[in-house]
């Protein structure tokens, strides 16, 4: 069984900063992708970031400059690091890991960013 815990979440004012954490517990097999989405109210949810094991990372461009991920193997946790945030990336969200062809999810933290 493979559970996902994020924490981070919070209330912070438009242009300040954040850091999400994610922790996964259970069955992890070495080869998988982590990452964060997000899903704001009434909207889809969204990829923010993604990292491999091996360190390669992708973005979303609303992410690109402003938030970064990485992962610490051995604790098998990830992190996302959010700065200048805006009003926009209001949203819940959720740590992800994908391995051997399944999706796991996290229950989601709450990020409110206040103009």
């Known amino acids: 069984q493979v559970q996902l815990v994020e924490s981070g979440g919070g209330l912070v004012q438009a242009g300040g900063s954040l850091r999400l954490s994610c922790v996964a517990s259970?069955?992890?097999?070495?080869?998988?992708?982590m990452g964060w989405y997000r899903q704001a109210p009434g909207n889809q949810r969204e990829v923010v970031a993604t990292?491999?094991?091996?360190?390669?990372?992708e973005y979303a461009d609303s992410a690109k400059g402003r938030f970064t991920i990485s992962r610490d193997n051995a604790k098998n946790t990830v992190y996302l690091q959010m700065s200048s945030l805006k009003p926009e990336d209001t949203a819940v969200y959720y740590c992800?890991?994908?391995?051997?062809?399944?999706?796991?999810w996290g229950k989601g933290t709450l990020v409110t960013v206040s103009s």
């Open positions: 259970g069955s992890i097999f070495s080869r998988n992708v």
């Open positions: 990292i491999s094991r091996g360190g390669s990372t």
């Open positions: 992800y890991l994908g391995m051997i062809g399944m999706d796991y």
